[in-house]
């Protein structure tokens, strides 16, 4: 892809450009009405890739962000905004324009790679997390701090739920709102993205039996944990060591099973019930749910490249809750952008499984390439893999290994202990046994 540097305006992701070209950013603001007749230091255009580019750069405030933007843009005569203006120019875009591009990225990555699916069935997940948002008088009217045991936490937090494919962790659909609202309710939200054709993974915080209607319902197929100690009706046994039941009117099948993790530290025995609406046990075998239900963690993984790799356990910059949708729709974008070029990547390759692409790669290749303006500028060439998809694959992760616990960090930006001193950080190689539970009659 060649862009000319006579019809360049400062505002540009690098190479990603080519997956947000400035085509698709002038139709998105001709339709939420942001196009401008008026000649502007900085265009709607502009301001639209300063935005995404701030979610690169979450370390730096917006005139810094410009700064790299037009750091490999010395050969052309630029005028600095000051902060001033780069804040007006945000205001006036609002966040629709953001809100609209993010809806034109999200969705499952085309790919080839079969780990996506599970006997034809896209495999997806939904969980919840919370960001933190500046602490300031308009924020902290629609987003409240969080009771804390020493009183309140020191800054607003929301509530953000994600829709996402498992073997890609690309974004289907997300929603945030203020923390009073729940993950139950935003899940009923995120129904609209569900389709037949695809089986939803999720933990045992969505086994209500209302909402078990209501993802049902959309034809999708369920594979949720419940507690063990649930009591449901038992209709019909079958061979796999499951048996047929039902949840408000739902038919369910539920399978129980021992789960045995072994280390050098020892083995660790628990139980796991889950419920799913996959009720023939021939073509949709105990064993390989349970097995199937692991990769429920990929959004796990997901939240803390955003939290962590991305934002770096940052605070959200905006100050405003216009600001704050702005930011996290922006981010969204940048995180589906990310993983669109890494299965773009790891696609070129038959066979090879997206979960050995590494996202800080692709993040930090990312970065580089707005710094020195790669794929803007006349006589820049792209190709299908580009830059960050070589870097992918020159730097692909070693085959995942079994987790045995929950994700936590080892240092912290705190000096402060979070968690106590006792936890125990280390790493084993672990092997695991699943035993499937066949109840008493």
């Not at 862009?3 to 002038?26: I, K, N, Q, S, Y």
């Not at 970065?367 to 792209?382: E, F, N, P």
Request: glycine residues 8%; charged residues 20%.
């Amino acid at each position: 892809m060649r862009v000319a540097a006579g019809v360049f305006a400062p505002g540009h992701l690098g190479e990603l450009t080519r997956l947000v070209p400035f085509e698709m950013v002038d139709d998105v603001l001709a339709v939420t009405r942001r196009t401008q007749s008026r000649v502007r230091l900085l265009p709607a255009r502009v301001v639209m890739y300063l935005l995404l580019a701030g979610c690169l750069f979450a370390e730096l405030g917006y005139r810094q962000v410009w700064s790299k933007l037009t750091s490999g843009l010395s050969g052309l005569p630029l005028v600095a905004p000051t902060g001033s203006a780069l804040r007006q120019a945000r205001q006036r875009l609002g966040p629709q324009p953001v809100q609209a591009l993010f809806d034109l990225l999200r969705g499952p990555a085309v790919t080839s790679a079969a780990q996506v699916r599970w006997r034809g069935l896209l495999l997806t997940v939904v969980d919840g997390t919370f960001l933190t948002v500046a602490d300031s008088a308009a924020n902290s009217g629609r987003y409240a701090k969080q009771r804390c045991n020493n009183g309140g936490s020191g800054y607003p937090q929301l509530r953000l739920s994600a829709l996402l494919s498992c073997g890609t962790r690309s974004v289907l659909d997300a929603v945030f709102d203020p923390v009073s609202v729940g993950e139950l309710d935003q899940a009923r939200h995120l129904c609209r993205s569900l389709r037949p054709g695809m089986l939803l993974l999720a933990d045992r915080n969505y086994a209500a039996a209302d909402l078990i209607i209501t993802l049902a319902a959309t034809g999708a197929h369920l594979l949720i944990r419940c507690k063990t100690g649930r009591k449901l009706p038992t209709l019909r046994r079958h061979h796999d060591g499951s048996f047929s039941s039902i949840i408000g009117g739902q038919p369910i099948r539920v399978i129980d099973a021992q789960i045995s993790i072994t280390t050098t530290a020892g083995t660790h025995t628990g139980g796991y019930r889950l419920i799913t609406t996959l009720l023939n046990p021939v073509t949709h075998p105990s064993a390989e749910l349970i097995r199937l239900y692991h990769q429920r963690w990929e959004i796990e993984s997901a939240y803390l490249e955003l939290k962590s790799s991305i934002l770096g356990g940052r605070v959200l910059r905006a100050r405003t809750p216009d600001g704050i949708q702005q930011e996290i729709y922006a981010l969204l974008s940048v995180y589906q952008l990310l993983r669109t070029a890494m299965v773009d990547a790891t696609d070129s390759r038959p066979g090879l499984d997206p979960d050995r692409a590494s996202f800080t790669t692709a993040l930090n290749t990312a970065r580089d390439q707005i710094v020195h303006a790669a794929g803007v500028l006349a006589d820049t060439v792209i190709d299908l893999v580009g830059v960050i998809g070589a870097d992918v694959l020159a730097h692909l992760l070693p085959e995942r290994r079994l987790r045995t616990k929950t994700r936590m960090i080892k240092r912290s930006n705190s000096k402060y202990q979070a968690r106590g001193p006792t936890i125990d950080r280390r790493s084993y190689q672990a092997t695991t046994s699943i035993d499937i539970v066949i109840p008493d009659p």
